[in-house]
């Protein structure tokens, strides 16, 4: 069983920055795709990055390109770097991981076995 644990988020300003952080219990980190999406009240959850297991691709949703970076150490944790916030980026953000997927597929919420309990991001206008 693999357990999954965010934490970083918080109450940030309209223009900041956020690091967010998720740590896996699992032995084999390396074999495993990792995702993050994110869910606004009343929205459904989006895609936001993933990041295959050797870490040479990833992918990033279209609201998010060019001010979110994904990436993960050797040992268990992935990151999400979160520069420029909107308001639109508040949410809560869920890491998610996988290890059968090939790395297209790691955009698709449906192709993770593993989540966390999500950490919320509120960015103020």
């Known amino acids: 069983q693999v357990q999954l644990v965010e934490s970083g988020g918080g109450l940030v300003q309209a223009g900041g920055s956020l690091t967010l952080s998720c740590a896996a219990s699992?032995?084999?980190?390396?074999?495993?795709?990792m995702g993050w999406f994110r869910q606004a009240p009343g929205k459904e959850r989006e895609f936001v990055a993933a990041?295959?297991?050797?870490?040479?691709?990833v992918y990033y949703g279209d609201s998010v390109k060019g001010r979110f970076t994904i990436s993960r150490d050797n040992k268990n944790t992935a990151y999400l770097q979160m520069n420029s916030l909107k308001y639109e980026d508040t949410a809560v953000y869920y890491c998610?991981?996988?290890?059968?997927?090939?790395?297209?597929?790691?955009?698709?919420?449906?192709?993770?076995?593993?989540w966390g309990q999500g950490t919320q991001v509120t960015v103020s206008s």
């Open positions: 699992v032995r084999t980190f390396s074999s495993y795709g």
């Open positions: 990041i295959s297991p050797s870490g040479g691709f």
């Open positions: 998610a991981a996988d290890q059968t997927t090939t790395s297209g597929g790691l955009q698709r919420e449906t192709s993770y076995d593993y």
